[in-house]
RNA sequence: GGUCCUGUGGUGUAGCGGUUAACAUGCCAGUCUGUCACACUGGAGAUCGCGGGUUCGAUUCCCGUCAGGACCGCCA
């Protein structure tokens, strides 16, 4: 037996017995003539005594923070308790210890309240690791994966394999590639994500498959976005959208029941795409609170108002938010910090009016009294509120003032971290025009069904048609997405042809599926979650970082083991591959 | 690709056109029999990220660069 316990383990039930404990040095008090050890594991910390008397406590007294100890003793009550530790009734009056490891004195304190910056714990993260904020937030994760497992089993899903060497496509995000040896000049890519794998199971006549699958996107990076990432990839045979949200539903209620020990009521409300893009200005509302997006065109198509008029005549968006009680909570001075942070989504102003019986603010005088009446009518303004106004292209009001409700929320307390607002945007449009390329893209992605009432419209008026597609957010974060898929090759290649892709052109990239829907498919669709996203919602992170146990930088690279890294020429050639100049 | 913030002993911060570069913590030594952020006394430890410029003089001001962070673009 190389030990008996854990570190949380001994209780006053156990004194007088002999245990073998080890673990790290956490702490070490010495106090003259006793010293005092706390023993880190795993699971906990237990406290080592060295009496004046015991022959030992030479040894003890030059042990280091972090060396890792085997000891063996007796348990016997302390004579002052520390009721903030689990094991605090008791201590380890110490007979034989074994140093089994010496530790150099580490860069960073290593507890939860550590100094360090972020750059210094990345480097170190074995130490940073060692934290119990840490370990804690590494075991919620792995109890996450733990009871998605245990759900989706339960549901008759099976967990199947997809490949990581894969082939480029290029539709998405960017590929990471990688260089073939064999076939040089040639390159697999790493899966963005495993979704032609699994409709490729569906077509096999696997029903249900689901898999806790890495995926890799080559873009730049934010506080919540990695290069890599895991998903919760689901996939149905023979179901409709309602299959895949009730599943859904029943797996995050789950998670919260067992995670955070919260009920939450199913089904989950839902917004449809155009609906939410109404209310709140972007596909992931934050549905804690209200201060609802309010449209005023109407109000001001003939306005005197020459910067309303204006957008109203090129067909922009006249919105608003209503803060309530937000005179006094906001000055000119911090309405001008708004108008400031919201220039970075392209608003070149903010308009504002307060509310005491009348309405006061820099634009009121360009407003006619029947303008102003109806503004009072149509955002129900009252005594002490305060409205925000955008006019613009509508991109830019909506992510402005979706900006603005979200930082308004946040600064004047409006909602409740553990609010789960579980909420479904259904009916994303198949397709979207980008004005730069003079193309359409797909929404979601080119395998999503779209509606059937829409198939006429087609190939006469793409930007009309919706799709099956459904998007899971909470909070205002995108936890989740899939779709109904095509399960009819022609309906797929009348798909790629309005992506603008040729017949030469869908075969060489997805001729193998084109092909494969040939044979049989059974109607099928899924879902994907963020893991990392999940964690962190029930992690209470705002840092994917956090719940990554080796993340990478903003600009991902890996402080610990310093990739990305060069390799050799050899390592090159065998590839087929040559560095163009610009060595260092 | 862009905007903004940060870079000073091991760690985290303060500071200022001329300083003996300050504080906390960690580290080392000593005192201490009940600590648990032990306490107290003393000590060591910094080419102020790197390069250039302005200046009599730069850690401080300016430019560049590198690194870290936040955001915009990007992320079907």
């Not at 949380?8 to 039930?13: C, G, P, S, V, Y």
Request: aromatic share 10%; glycine share 6%; net charge negative.
């Amino acid at each position: 037996m190389t030990y008996t316990h854990h570190n949380n383990e001994l209780t006053m039930a156990d004194i007088g017995t002999t245990v073998k404990l080890k673990g790290f040095v956490s702490k070490k008090r010495d106090l003259g003539n006793l010293v005092f050890i706390d023993l880190r594991d795993q699971e906990g910390i237990t406290q080592l005594a060295f009496d004046a008397d015991n022959p030992l406590k030479a040894t003890a007294e030059a042990i280091k923070n972090e060396f890792v100890l085997s000891v063996q003793g007796t348990v016997r009550e302390r004579s002052s308790k520390n009721p903030n530790l689990r094991t605090g009734d008791i201590e380890i009056d110490v007979a034989t210890i074994e140093v089994l490891s010496t530790a150099k004195q580490p860069p960073m304190i290593i507890a939860d309240e550590t100094d360090a910056l972020e750059d210094t714990r990345l480097k170190y993260r074995y130490l940073d690791l060692r934290r119990p904020r840490m370990h804690k937030i590494l075991k919620t994760r792995h109890h996450i994966t733990r009871v998605v497992r245990e759900f989706l089993n339960g549901e008759g899903f099976y967990d199947l394999e997809t490949p990581m060497l894969t082939k480029s496509t290029p539709e998405g995000a960017r590929d990471y590639i990688v260089p073939s040896r064999n076939h040089k000049g040639s390159f697999y890519a790493l899966p963005q994500s495993p979704q032609l794998f699994k409709q490729l199971f569906m077509i096999s006549g696997f029903e249900k498959y689901y898999q806790i699958a890495r995926c890799f996107r080559d873009e730049d990076l934010r506080a919540d976005r990695q290069p890599e990432f895991t998903q919760i990839d689901v996939e149905m045979s023979f179901i409709d959208q309602e299959a895949v949200l009730a599943m859904s539903e029943r797996m995050m209620q789950r998670l919260l029941k067992e995670i955070r020990g919260i009920d939450i009521k199913t089904p989950f409300p839902r917004l449809t795409y155009k609906e939410a893009l109404e209310r709140f200005g972007t596909d992931k509302p934050d549905t804690r609170f209200g201060m609802e997006h309010i449209t005023l065109n109407a109000i001001f198509k003939a306005t005197a108002f020459k910067v309303f008029k204006a957008v109203s005549d090129t067909g922009g968006l006249i919105k608003a938010i209503n803060v309530k009680n937000g005179e006094k909570a906001y000055s000119r001075k911090k309405i001008d910090g708004l108008t400031k942070a919201i220039a970075k989504y392209g608003a070149k102003g903010l308009a504002f009016f307060k509310y005491d019986g009348s309405f006061s603010g820099p634009a009121v005088k360009f407003l006619s009294d029947t303008e102003l009446e109806n503004l009072k009518t149509k955002t129900g303004m009252e005594q002490g509120d305060l409205l925000l106004v955008v006019a613009d292209k509508p991109s830019v009001v909506n992510a402005a003032l979706n900006y603005l409700r979200n930082t308004i929320a946040k600064e004047m307390e409006l909602y409740d971290e553990d609010t789960f607002d579980f909420t479904w945007v259904v009916d994303w449009p198949m397709f979207e025009y980008n004005e730069e390329d003079r193309r359409y893209y797909a929404l979601h992605h080119p395998f999503t069904r779209i509606h059937d009432s829409d198939k006429t419209k087609i190939e006469t008026a793409p930007d009309q048609v919706l799709a099956y597609g459904y998007d899971l957010v909470v909070q205002g974060q995108e936890l989740g997405g899939g779709s109904l898929r095509i399960h009819d090759q022609d309906m797929q290649k009348a798909i790629f042809n309005v992506l603008g892709m040729d017949e030469a052109a869908q075969n060489a990239q997805f001729g193998f599926f084109l092909e494969a829907l040939q044979y049989g498919t059974p109607p099928h669709g899924g879902i994907a979650f963020g893991l990392d996203r999940i964690v962190m919602l029930l992690a209470k992170t705002s840092n994917m970082r956090d719940v990554i146990a080796f993340p990478k930088t903003a600009s991902a690279h890996c402080l610990l083991t310093d990739a990305p890294s060069h390799v050799s020429n050899a390592q090159l050639s065998e590839l087929g591959l040559q560095k163009k100049s610009r060595d260092e």
